[in-house]
């Protein structure tokens, strides 16, 4: 029982570049999440998804995209990396209004 | 939307004494409130969390405390160890945002010996 498996642990990206972040959870949860950390600060939604085929915006959607076509999968897209975009990724998984379980993390950079 | 404020962004604590952590919501409709910690480079991880209808929860040497007419929720941490030491998020889930969490912005936590 992995729980949530997110992959790569690190990547660096140079601007304008586009990559997509891994996100797999074998808790057969509905609930997917991708939230952003930056340096010193906490966590900030960027998409949820309550289930297969249905997905929407977080509090900073801008400059991402993701798709969820299976209960396990949920990657995070991004298109045109920025500066800005230079963070820690995490996913996290969760039945819905209570304990999320999160992954281990990407660490981005955009240079 | 909901907005999570979190006090203090620091706290420095000598080992065995306890450390309190307090967070304020905005919207009335969120009802579930979580603790989560986070060490250095790791993932955050649930420690504690209560619901709307319960006004304490304690587990150990952890406790959480919950006024939902002045909307704040508390962390209390008892006989504190070392290991204790990490940064701590507390979370509101709105009634919007599809029972997603909106994190507060964090205390960094240090436990010295």
């Known amino acids: 029982n992995a729980g949530v498996t997110q992959t790569p642990k690190f990547r660096i990206l140079k601007i304008g570049q586009s990559m997509t972040l891994q996100c797999a959870q074998d808790?057969?949860?509905?609930?997917m999440y991708w939230y952003r950390q930056d340096p010193g600060m906490g966590l900030k939604l960027i998409y949820y998804?309550?289930?297969?085929?249905?997905?929407d915006k977080g509090e900073v959607p801008n400059g991402y995209n993701v798709s969820r076509s299976t209960t396990e999968d949920f990657p995070l897209r991004l298109e045109l990396a920025a500066p800005s975009q230079t963070s820690v990724y995490f996913c996290?998984?969760?039945?819905?209004?209570?304990?999320?379980?999160f992954g281990q993390g990407t660490r981005l950079t955009v240079v | 939307g909901e907005n999570v404020e979190q006090h203090p962004s620091t706290l420095s604590v000598q080992e065995g004494d306890s450390a309190v952590i307090k967070c304020t919501y905005s919207?009335?409709?969120?009802?579930?409130f979580p603790w989560y910690k986070q060490e250095l480079g790791k993932r955050p991880q649930l420690i504690i969390d209560?619901?709307?209808?319960?006004g304490e929860k304690k587990d150990q040497r952890i406790a959480v405390t919950l006024n939902k007419t002045a909307k704040h929720f508390s962390l209390h941490i008892t006989e504190t160890q070392p290991e204790d030491s990490a940064v701590y998020f507390c979370?509101?889930?709105?009634?919007?945002?599809?029972?997603?969490?909106?994190f507060g912005p964090g205390t960094r936590l240090s436990v010295l010996p």
């Open positions: 996290a998984t969760g039945p819905g209004n209570t304990e999320a379980f």
């Open positions: 808790m057969n949860h509905n609930y």
């Open positions: 998804s309550v289930g297969a085929g249905i997905t």
């Open positions: 919207d009335s409709a969120s009802n579930y």
């Open positions: 209560i619901r709307s209808n319960v």
């Open positions: 979370a509101a889930t709105p009634g919007d945002y599809g029972q997603n969490f909106v």
